[in-house]
């Protein structure tokens, strides 16, 4: 089984720290997500990256930056966090995709993140 | 830009109706669609995806899928749900020609069975 996994399930951070978020997946994925997930809105695509050290812009960027050193490993960074990240941050995986045939994405338990 | 939409928000069912969930996307080319599901203090899992083919796609569960090209639309579907089916259910897309894949997701529908 594909797994994902997220290093917080839980965090409470204080406004203006630097917070980092990590994401491991042990399945070889070049594929990886970062969401984060509010009532009313679903998911927000915030970064993707498609290979290691390459990284694409999601829908909602601004006050978020990425890392992806290694395939198996995806880390979100709050570069000073303020109240309004308070959210669910969730990390997913997959293959990449070949023109016409794609794979699911498998995600991970998700890190509530309480920026106070 | 690419973008899904999802009309029912919140829906209540008592057990044994069917369901519907809508689900609309906004490219123009080429597909590929997916319905997940999150069940209360869990993490998501796939219900159903369609790449290509038939366009009635079977899922877990018992639910359904019908992609309708002309009307850029992926309807969920379940003839008769359980109180187990309380959830939020999620439609998601990628570009079918897109080498890379790329996942956006709709606003999601919480669905509440009463039993």
């Known amino acids: 089984d594909v797994k994902v996994t997220q290093s917080s399930r839980y965090l409470v951070k204080r406004t203006g720290e630097k917070v980092f978020l990590e994401c491991v997946q042990d399945?070889?994925?070049?594929?990886m997500f970062w969401y984060r997930q509010d009532p009313g809105l679903g998911l927000r695509l915030i970064y993707f990256?498609?290979?290691?050290?390459?990284?694409e812009k999601g829908d909602i960027p601004e006050g978020y930056s990425v890392s992806r050193e290694k395939k198996e490993r995806f880390s979100l960074i709050l570069e000073s966090a303020s109240t309004n990240q308070t959210s669910m941050y969730l990390c997913?995986?997959?293959?990449?995709?070949?023109?016409?045939?794609?794979?699911?994405?498998?995600f991970g338990q998700g890190t509530r993140l309480t920026v106070v | 830009a690419q973008s899904v939409s999802q009309h029912n928000h919140h829906v209540i069912l008592s057990e044994a109706a069917s369901l519907e969930l809508g689900c609309n996307y906004s490219?123009?080319?080429?597909?590929?669609l997916f319905w997940y599901v999150q069940y209360p203090g869990q993490h998501l899992q796939l219900l159903l995806k369609?790449?290509?083919?038939?366009?009635l796609v079977k899922g877990i569960k018992g639910f359904e899928a019908e992609f309708i090209k002309s009307k850029f639309s992926f309807n969920l579907r379940k003839p008769s749900v359980q109180w187990s089916d309380t959830a939020e259910y999620f439609c998601?897309?990628?570009?079918?020609?897109?080498?890379?894949?790329?996942?956006?997701f709709g606003q999601g529908t919480t669905l509440q069975v009463k039993p």
């Open positions: 998601a897309v990628t570009h079918g020609s897109s080498n890379t894949g790329k996942l956006i």
């Open positions: 997913a995986s997959s293959l990449r995709q070949v023109p016409y045939f794609n794979t699911e994405a498998f």
């Open positions: 399945m070889d994925h070049e594929n």
């Open positions: 369609y790449f290509s083919g038939d366009p």
């Open positions: 490219y123009g080319g080429t597909v590929n």
């Open positions: 990256s498609y290979d290691v050290k390459m990284k």
